[in-house]
């Protein structure tokens, strides 16, 4: 298998910083889900976290152009024998200190805030979830999901 990057994407993908966009990824990545033989729930929680990265990176791109921004959300898709990997990459602010923060829910998370649960909502329902910011570039939020447990 190979290490996140290091291959050219099966699939991808560019959208406009629209929200209204949101529900067409969804159905694309709970699509490719269903396609991989992911369970009902597995493709859930993908798709979940998918929309939730995306939702921050189109917030990320329309605080820092404005409107109409300009910079689209790109999102890169390689199937793997047990896993879907996808990058989604914006030319939007660095979040590396807020995502280094963030941790997977668990019994005692504090749910009374009204704000800031994406980057947590992310790393609970994917396997693993890394993120790279290159000034030149953006923002590349790698996420994983595999098709099994005991992988």
């Known amino acids: 298998m190979s290490h996140q990057g290091d291959l050219l994407p099966d699939v991808s993908l560019e959208i406009a910083p629209r929200l209204s966009n949101l529900a067409l990824i969804r159905k694309i990545v709970n699509s490719l889900s269903v396609y991989m033989g992911f ?30 921004p300009q ?30 923060l963030a941790v997977p829910f668990h019994e005692h998370t504090d749910r009374t805030r009204k704000r800031g649960y994406g980057l947590q909502i992310i790393k609970t329902f994917v396997d693993e979830a890394h993120h790279v910011y290159e000034p030149s570039l953006g923002n590349k939020l790698i996420l994983t999901k595999y098709l099994r447990d005991d992988l």
């Open 39 to 68: 369970s009902e729930d597995k493709a859930m929680q993908l798709e979940m976290a998918v929309d939730e990265a995306c939702s921050n990176s189109i917030a990320s791109i329309q605080e820092k152009e404005g409107d109409p």
């Open 71 to 100: 910079t689209k959300v790109r999102i890169e898709i390689c199937f793997h024998e047990h896993c879907l990997r996808l990058a989604i990459i914006d030319g939007g602010d660095d979040f590396s200190e807020e995502f280094a």
